[in-house]
């Protein structure tokens, strides 16, 4: 019996030396960092008097894809366009992207590749350089770069952001144009976590009035192509300051925008349950984009053999299921509860 003991004993000590060293080298690597999501959103006057600048942008910064659109406008100059983002980095105080100037800008800067540095700091300021290759000016993006042409924003404002991405429902960001009398501008990133954690901001510019003020939205919801999410004008703005605002942007054509008033809690209840703007208005100019991740609708779970409140129909298309799930519908086929139980728990 002892020789036995001691065999075992020195077997599982042999083995206990096989296992000991990879144990310990997992023991001592560092955990995979959160993913995150970084915006980037302005509406910014660059400069005073007769070479004023007007900068507009909203961005994403994601490891699956950057993606934004710049405005940008210097009056003096004749010089006007919209582009498309085609990189992107973020932070909490601030943001680098490029974009290619398009080709319905005028030829003298039609081609350049610009790239911005923008800094949320007090005051925000913006910057900028050509870059002579589009791989030089992603790498002005990705390492950071000292700009030629530097500014203070001296009306407007910019917000620059990152944050982990778990738990993100979905996200929208537009740069969009919109009304003929007043004309009117919106910039916003939002971003959709559910009930509790929702964040973002719009830069709202009246052009007519002027004017331009700068907003959180607490509270986001984010489906089927369309986005909602609400704010309260701040103060400095006479009768608008304190107002509630529920936005609803949606992808079509054209994308569309617009609002309602109503006070601070209905404002919410609006953009969680859906609604009707009272103002709305087809996009003239610029874009938004609505990217929905996953929905959540809540869930039932219980041990049941039918029920008059359990009941199924078949659906023509995935598109139709989808839809009945969201906005309700009545079973073809319905049952009467006969035993057991269920449970229906919304977040």
């Given at each position: 019996m002892r020789k036995v003991l001691t065999f075992?004993?020195?077997?599982?000590?042999?083995?206990?030396?096989?296992?000991?060293?990879?144990?310990?080298a997992m023991a001592d690597s560092a955990p995979s960092p959160a993913p995150t999501i970084g915006c980037a959103v302005g509406d910014a006057v660059l400069g005073t008097g007769g070479s004023v600048q007007h900068l507009t942008f909203s961005m994403i910064d994601r490891s699956s894809g950057d993606r934004g659109t710049v405005s940008y406008t210097n009056a003096s100059a004749a010089i006007a366009y919209n582009a498309s983002v085609m990189a992107v980095a973020a932070s909490n105080?601030?943001?680098?992207?490029?974009?290619?100037?398009?080709?319905?800008?005028?030829?003298?800067?039609?081609?350049?590749?610009?790239?911005w540095q923008v800094k949320d700091?007090?005051?925000d300021t913006a910057a900028f350089s050509v870059a002579a290759?589009?791989?030089?000016?992603?790498?002005?993006?990705?390492?950071?770069?000292?700009?030629?042409?530097?500014?203070?924003?001296?009306?407007?404002?910019?917000?620059?952001?990152?944050?982990?991405?778990?738990?993100l429902r979905g996200y929208t960001f537009g740069n969009a144009a919109f009304g003929t009398s007043p004309r009117q501008h919106l910039a916003f990133a939002v971003l959709d976590y559910g009930p509790t954690m929702d964040t973002g901001v719009a830069f709202y510019v009246n052009l007519d009035m002027p004017v331009l003020y700068e907003a959180a939205t607490p509270v986001v919801r984010v489906a089927y192509g369309q986005a909602r999410f609400d704010y309260t004008i701040p103060a400095g703005f006479g009768g608008l300051s304190g107002l509630s605002l529920a936005r609803k942007v949606a992808n079509g054509t054209p994308d569309t925008a617009g609002f309602s008033v109503a006070s601070s809690a209905t404002a919410a209840a609006?953009?969680?349950?859906?609604?009707?703007?009272?103002?709305?208005?087809?996009?003239?100019?610029?874009?938004?984009?609505?990217?929905?991740?996953?929905?959540?609708?809540?869930?039932?779970?219980?041990?049941?053999?039918?029920?008059?409140?359990?009941?199924?129909?078949?659906?023509?298309?995935?598109?139709?299921?989808?839809?009945?799930?969201?906005?309700?519908?009545?079973?073809?086929?319905?049952?009467?509860?006969?035993h057991g139980n269920l449970t229906v728990h919304m977040p």
């Open positions: 075992m004993s020195a077997f599982l000590l042999g083995l206990s030396g096989l296992f000991m060293a990879p144990v310990m105080s601030g943001a680098r992207f490029a974009y290619t100037i398009p080709s319905t800008a005028p030829a003298s800067v039609s081609g350049l590749i610009i790239v700091s007090s005051p290759t589009a791989s030089r000016a992603l790498t002005m993006v990705t390492n950071g770069f000292t700009p030629s042409n530097s500014y203070t924003v001296s009306s407007g404002g910019l917000d620059t952001a990152t944050t982990s991405s778990t738990g609006m953009v969680n349950a859906g609604f009707t703007p009272a103002y709305a208005y087809g996009i003239t100019g610029g874009d938004l984009t609505v990217v929905q991740l996953y929905v959540l609708l809540g869930h039932a779970t219980g041990g049941v053999w039918f029920g008059p409140v359990v009941g199924f129909s078949v659906a023509s298309s995935l598109t139709a299921a989808r839809w009945m799930v969201l906005h309700g519908f009545t079973p073809t086929n319905q049952y009467t509860v006969t």
